[in-house]
């Protein structure tokens, strides 16, 4: 089952914010910050399309400065790619999956943060 830490972060803000108003007030959301949610739900719509678009854009240049036709044709069956597209692509992907899995350790860091800004004064 897929999981997104960036949408776990974001949902337990809007719960933390929801359940603390639940124990104070009439109104279960009022401390959530509506506006910032709708702001934060467009950037999760749009950003896929924009990296989409991004992505595209970069195969069109390359396809135009880099004419090797090999680069842009899926392998024969039964063979693998060249050498040095295997090489790229290992690299590449190592370095994708580095960066990725830091960025989720400072997400996580961000929640433990907020929960104790927001526990540790009350308590």
């Not at 108003?21 to 467009?42: C, E, F, I, M, Y």
């Not at 050498?83 to 860091?109: E, P, Y």
Request: positive net charge; glycine residues 10%.
């Amino acid at each position: 089952m897929p999981s997104s830490s960036s949408h776990t972060l974001i949902g337990s803000i809007i719960g933390v914010g929801s359940t603390n108003q639940l124990l104070r007030g009439p109104n279960g959301t009022s401390g959530v910050d509506w506006s910032h949610v709708a702001g934060v739900g467009k950037l999760l719509l749009f950003s896929p399309i924009v990296g989409f678009i991004c992505a595209a854009l970069l195969l069109l240049v390359l396809k135009a400065l880099v004419r090797v036709p090999a680069l842009y044709k899926e392998p024969k069956k039964n063979h693998p790619p060249p050498f040095w597209i295997r090489s790229l692509l290992i690299l590449t992907c190592t370095r994708v999956s580095f960066a990725h899995g830091s960025n989720d350790g400072q997400k996580g860091m961000g929640l433990i943060m907020l929960i104790l800004i927001d526990t540790v004064p009350t308590a």
